[in-house]
Every structure is written in C-alpha cells, then in structure tokens.
C-alpha cells in the first residue's frame, strides 16, 4: 500500500506527487529507454519513446512480481525540454494507459545527452512491492 503525501494548505500537483510513502520490497529499476527487448528504437518520436521505456519499466517491475500501482518514485531524464512539452498531451495518454495513477513522487529533468544516440527519454524507476501482493 502507499500513500501519496501532500503538506497541509498545499495545491495538489498536476501529473505527480510531492512524496510517497511505502512498506514493502524495495524495486529499484535501472533507467530504461525507448528501445525494444532486442535493443531496437521501434519508434523515433518523444511519445512513442516515452511510451516504450514506461513499457520497459513495467516489464522489469513485472519480474519482481510488481504491478504500476507499487511504483513511487520515477525520474525521468530528457534531452529536449520543448519536445517532452509539445508531446505532453501523447505521453500523458500513453502513462495513463500503463500506468494509471499518479500518486508517484516523480523529477524530470533536461540533459545534454544521453549514452545512446538515439535515445530521446531515459526513466529510472523505484517501486515498493507490499508484502500482502509477493
């Protein structure tokens, strides 16, 4: 089970949470990027990057016997700020899709580059897995 944290007098954020708090196995998943299980780039655009690291993450979440709803925290790492905020709107659709939820505390932030060249999006995730759902 976890639980989204919010101070006191605070305006809900849009599209994430402030904190999370969770008991549980811990899942700590290694930045995942918009390629395939054979290392393939199916798609060159944000959103479909974007859609497919989720993806990604999920699937490693799912070999610990985690589902979306035990993810807490995600930090998403971009290299282009405007192209993540044009493609706003498909990536929310897409982790709606995934994920469902957004009671996860989440960070983004703008990098220069990342390792692999085509890369658009990269996502490191934790997720706490409740003792009752092992």
Same mark, same amino acid.
């Given at each position: 089970?976890?639980?989204?944290?919010?101070?006191?007098?605070?305006?809900?954020?849009?599209?994430?949470? #402030?904190?999370?708090?969770?008991?549980?196995?811990?899942? !700590? =998943?290694?930045? &995942? =990027?918009?390629?395939?299980?054979?290392?393939? !780039?199916?798609?060159?655009? !944000?959103?479909?990057?974007?859609?497919?690291?989720?993806? #990604?993450?999920?699937?490693?979440?799912?070999?610990?016997?985690?589902?979306?709803?035990?993810?807490?925290?995600?930090?998403?790492?971009?290299?282009?700020?405007?192209?993540?905020?044009?493609?706003? &709107? /498909?990536?929310?659709?897409? !982790?709606?899709?995934? *994920?469902?939820?957004?009671? *996860?505390?989440?960070? /983004?932030? &703008?990098?220069?580059?990342? *390792? $692999?060249? $085509?890369?658009?999006?990269? *996502? $490191?995730?934790?997720?706490?897995?409740?003792?009752? /759902?092992?």
């Amino acid at each position: 089970m976890k639980k989204a944290l919010l101070p006191d007098g605070w305006t809900r954020p849009r599209g994430y949470a #402030n904190g999370v708090a969770a008991a549980g196995t811990q899942v !700590f =998943i290694a930045g &995942q =990027i918009g390629w395939d299980e054979h290392g393939r !780039f199916p798609c060159r655009d !944000f959103a479909g990057q974007a859609a497919q690291a989720l993806r #990604n993450v999920l699937a490693v979440l799912a070999r610990a016997g985690g589902r979306p709803e035990h993810l807490v925290r995600m930090t998403w790492y971009v290299t282009d700020k405007r192209e993540y905020l044009a493609a706003r &709107q /498909a990536v929310g659709a897409a !982790f709606r899709e995934l *994920i469902g939820d957004y009671d *996860i505390a989440m960070s /983004a932030v &703008q990098v220069v580059a990342l *390792i $692999e060249d $085509e890369a658009r999006v990269e *996502i $490191e995730a934790t997720a706490v897995i409740p003792a009752e /759902a092992g």
